[in-house]
């Protein structure tokens, strides 16, 4: 039995203002202690006067990789981390029996420790975070745009998303988890560039309005200029590549020539009509030379005859590319299609031959026990963060919608196939990231 101080009660876990990702933990952390204790803990950014237990986030670059460090002094519990998986492991670790010398308030304490000792079952890819099993990462992500209240309730009232101030953070932070050496991106419209305001003039120009500069902040730089001057106006199929790891050789946009079909024209919103592309790249490894072709690509929502002859458009251009730099080519995003749909049937004919790295034990390991979609972000408007529960939004099912495929791959190794599924990425999109670890 743990030994708990009378002393947590009226207790604060404290966060930096405007730390998106140290808010929701600041929340969590304060649940927890406050069910083990008792006692009523609250969270916030302003210091009491009066003394009571402080529990502190404390952002430190000496801690990398998940790692923690937890120390108390004085009524003062410092929660050290320097990423969002250390704090994810803090707010495991304070759930445990090891954690009793914490709520004892034992001066001089201190625990360290690592995400990896804290791994939940539904989180089977986070094992590979910090860990690229081949020479290169590729990682697919459709990110949600903003939907201005085009969704709605059952009755018809609007929809009020969760703000991409707020998932942009999050976003960003699984990128730097990871570490991609390329990433390709989905939806990613003017909601997600700091163009458009969504709930008043500050949040154009507020610092995580721009998923795009966030991700700019840990190494990554987009591939193509943002304005493409076509239907949706931004690329909402950009590329990003590592620049520590990687170098562009080249890169192009294509705006698909099938788009919606009449029959649906009037039953997608304004984002959705009209918008799919894709964007390729041509990339080399830095380490070892090795070039290859990376394609984002977001296909027809709702018209399975428009996804096939996309399917058709996106084959030639590759047979092209192919024909020109003969490297394996990667092609990967939101399909929109299940296997047995057009666009995935055409992939996997004999007029394509393509292979889903996620199927057919091309992968040496199967990071995955879920579905690439699930549910919409929940948000709470009064604590302004989002409250997702990880059991509405992990499924056994491998229907998925996302994929990744490739082509002139006779020398690839597939050695890991993931999805990411933590409670960051449930809170960021609608849809989980997925990556491939590949040998060239």
């Not at 304060?30 to 529990?55: N, Y």
């Not at 996804?307 to 995003?333: C, H, M, S, T, W």
Request: hydrophobic share 35%; charged share 25%.
């Amino acid at each position: 039995m743990m030994n708990i101080a009378k002393e947590f009660q009226g207790g604060i876990v404290l966060y930096k203002d405007g730390d998106v990702i140290g808010k929701r933990m600041a929340y969590r952390i304060s649940c927890v202690v406050s069910e083990v204790t008792g006692a009523e803990v609250t969270f916030g950014t302003v210091r009491p006067r009066k003394r009571v237990v402080k529990l502190i986030l404390k952002d430190d670059k000496k801690l990398t990789d998940g790692d923690f460090k937890i120390t108390v002094a004085d009524m003062i519990v410092t929660l050290a981390a320097g990423s969002y998986y250390g704090y994810t492991a803090i707010l495991r670790f304070l759930k445990t029996e090891a954690a009793a010398d914490v709520y004892a308030l034992k001066d001089g304490f201190v625990a360290e420790g690592n995400y990896k000792d804290y791994i939940e079952k539904f989180e089977a890819s986070n094992v590979y975070a910090y860990n690229k099993r081949g020479e290169c990462r590729i990682m697919f992500y459709n990110v949600l745009f903003g939907h201005y209240g085009f969704r709605k309730k059952p009755d018809g009232k609007p929809l009020r998303d969760v703000p991409t101030i707020k998932r942009n953070p999050l976003q960003a932070e699984m990128v730097k988890q990871y570490q991609p050496d390329v990433i390709g991106c989905q939806e990613f419209n003017g909601s997600k560039r700091g163009n458009f305001i969504e709930s008043g003039p500050a949040i154009a120009t507020h610092p995580h309005a721009d998923l795009a500069a966030l991700l700019a902040k840990i190494g990554y730089k987009e591939t193509l200029p943002r304005d493409v001057g076509a239907h949706p106006f931004f690329n909402n199929t950009p590329l990003f590549y590592n620049t520590k790891t990687t170098k562009l050789i080249k890169s192009a946009y294509y705006w698909y020539k099938n788009q919606i079909d009449d029959e649906n024209r009037n039953n997608c919103g304004y984002g959705d009509c009209g918008s799919k592309s894709l964007t390729w790249g041509l990339f080399e490894d830095k380490k070892t030379g090795k070039r290859y072709i990376v394609i984002s690509t977001h296909m027809c929502t709702r018209s399975n005859g428009v996804r096939g002859l996309q399917a058709i458009e996106v084959v030639d251009l590759i047979n092209e590319l192919v024909a020109k730099y003969n490297v394996p080519v990667f092609l990967g995003g939101d399909y929109n299609g299940l296997p047995k749909h057009a666009n995935y049937q055409y992939f996997i004919s004999d007029k394509a031959n393509y292979i889903d790295v996620a199927l057919n034990g091309v992968a040496k390991e199967f990071a995955s026990i879920t579905r690439t979609h699930h549910t919409y972000p929940l948000y709470n408007p009064e604590l302004d963060i989002e409250l997702t529960d990880p059991a509405d939004n992990t499924c056994e099912s491998l229907e998925c919608i996302d994929h990744i495929m490739m082509t002139n791959s006779d020398n690839v190794k597939v050695n890991v196939y993931g999805v990411v599924v933590d409670e960051c990425s449930m809170s960021g999109s609608d849809h989980y990231p997925i990556f491939a670890d590949i040998d060239l």
